[in-house]
């Protein structure tokens, strides 16, 4: 519809509204070149023209101030946004300028580009191209946070820098007004989402809780008398293998010497072949065992099954052995571009009738393969492939023993697609598996 005045054009205006395209409308007005380009002219643009003459200068005027290396305060449906071409350091989202962008500079299953492009436009972590990763603001992990434009204006604007060969913008937080208001309609809360290969997704966001009680209160009707498994795996607490039948009892009790150098002594004297594997190690690898062998006597317990990986990652060398992070292990997972990794040895111990982990012959097993050449991105999927596997297995024993198939995942391990992917994959077909809602994955 054409407005012919003033009057109209700012009543057009004065609510915010939402504007639904057919494919091919949409396609007009992403095509710069098209009459209908647009659609937007909001009042009090800088240079404002009639409704019926829709103007591309404001975003015109954007894309050079960009390309200029300047940054822009942008009003989107999410906020204000400061808009760069290169990243700041409060640079949080990378947006791509459209689907074949995504492909071109980030490893993308379908699942993950049909997710990102639905209506409701969510943000998720992908890892970069090896080739183009300096161009990117990557986290521990060495993800991105990504997501495709998430309103209109966005979308114009990439149209714009699309025919201008840029591929990508970047958005950082802000404090700064904008020189107008677009008016958005209002937008649905921002989703960080974890994303599958089979096309399951879950909500990052971390709950306000504080226990896992209450995170396990929020997924279990209390007055469902039915046996649960619960599995909490988390970089953050401790870890849970839990039976929930009105109270919990313990499944599988995580407890374990955490110490690099504890650990390779008693892998020497506990182990069958321990010592060798250790004189191994040394000679083919004498720095990384100096430093291990070096380091302090003290006892670390940990609760938490994933600290783990900060041992495997010191020892193995992936990192300076002051700043052990177990995220070294997911920045070399996510680079392995296959689908399996090496058999790590997640072993069950069962003594009267109690089972517990051999958590010691998980770094064994590492230091096997690493004596025998395996790749760090190889070995460290490995890692989180077969903790995928250990659990499925420990979920179809007690399946199979205690008739329990109703199972609750929880923890920030499901927000590690690596992870989420793999243990999908594993868990047999024939429990009911509850996933975290709502965005309570952790406390």
């Known amino acids: ?33 098209s009459g209908t380009f647009g659609l937007l002219n909001p009042p009090n643009t800088p240079a404002h023209k009639p409704f019926t003459e829709p103007s591309k200068d404001y975003f015109t005027q954007s894309v050079q101030s960009l390309k200029s290396g300047e ?9 204000t946004q400061l808009l760069s071409l290169v990243p700041t350091s409060s640079t949080h989202t990378t947006i791509a300028c459209d689907i074949a962008s995504l492909k071109t500079y980030f490893r993308a299953h379908q699942t993950h580009i049909d997710i ?22 990557i986290n521990k992990c060495g993800l991105v946070q990504v997501g495709l434009p998430y309103d209109m204006p966005l ?23 904008t020189p107008f208001d677009f008016q958005h309609s209002p937008s649905p809360k921002e989703q960080i989402l ?16 504080n226990t896992l009680q209450s995170l396990i209160d929020a997924h279990l009707n209390p007055k469902d008398n039915q046996r649960h498994l619960v599995i909490y795996l988390s970089t953050r607490n401790p870890s849970a293998f839990l039976i929930v039948e009105q109270t919990a009892r ?42 291990a062998f070096t380091l302090p006597s003290t006892f670390m317990p940990s609760s938490n099954l994933i600290d783990i990986f900060d041992s495997a990652a010191t020892i193995l060398g992936f990192h300076a052995q002051e700043s052990n992070d177990k995220n070294a292990i997911f920045y070399r997972a996510y680079r392995f571009v296959r689908e399996r990794g090496p058999r790590i040895d997640y072993k069950l111990l069962r003594k009267d009738n109690e089972i517990s982990l051999d958590y010691h012959r998980i770094i064994r ?39 329990i198939d109703k199972v609750l995942l929880l923890g920030d ?31």
Not at 71 to 79: D, M, N, Q, V
Not at 194 to 209: L, P, V, Y
Request: net charge negative; proline share 5%; charged share 15%.
């Open 365 to 403: 097993s590492c230091l096997s393969f690493k004596c025998a050449g395996m790749e760090d991105e190889i070995l460290c999927f490995g890692l989180l492939d077969s903790l995928s596997e250990f659990v499925a297995t420990l979920v179809r024993d007690t399946l199979t023993n205690l008739a």
């Open 194 to 209: 974890s994303i599958a290969q089979n096309g399951i997704f879950i909500d990052t966001h971390i709950t306000q809780g």
């Open 116 to 137: 990102l492009a639905s209506f409701e436009k969510p943000l998720t972590h992908l890892v970069p191209k090896e080739v183009f990763q300096s161009q990117f603001p």
């Open 71 to 79: 940054s822009i305060t942008f009003s989107t449906s999410r906020g």
């Open 250 to 291: 313990i499944l599988l009790d995580i407890a374990f010497e955490n110490n690099p150098r504890l650990i390779l002594e008693n892998i020497a004297r506990s182990y069958e072949s321990g010592d060798e594997l250790l004189k191994n190690f040394s000679r083919l690898f004498p720095n990384l065992a100096s430093n």
């Open 1 to 33: 519809t054409i407005l012919h005045n003033t009057e109209s054009i700012l009543a057009h205006f004065d609510t915010p509204k939402t504007y639904y395209y057919t494919p091919l409308a949409f396609q007009h007005i992403l095509n710069p070149s």
């Open 155 to 177: 979308a114009l604007l990439g149209a714009l820098l699309l025919q201008e060969e840029i591929s990508y913008f970047f958005l950082s937080h802000t404090t700064e007004s």
């Open 413 to 443: 391990m499901l927000s590690h697609h690596i992870f989420l992917d793999r243990i999908l994959e594993y868990l047999p077909k024939n429990i009911q598996l509850l996933l975290p809602k709502d965005g309570l994955i952790d406390y």
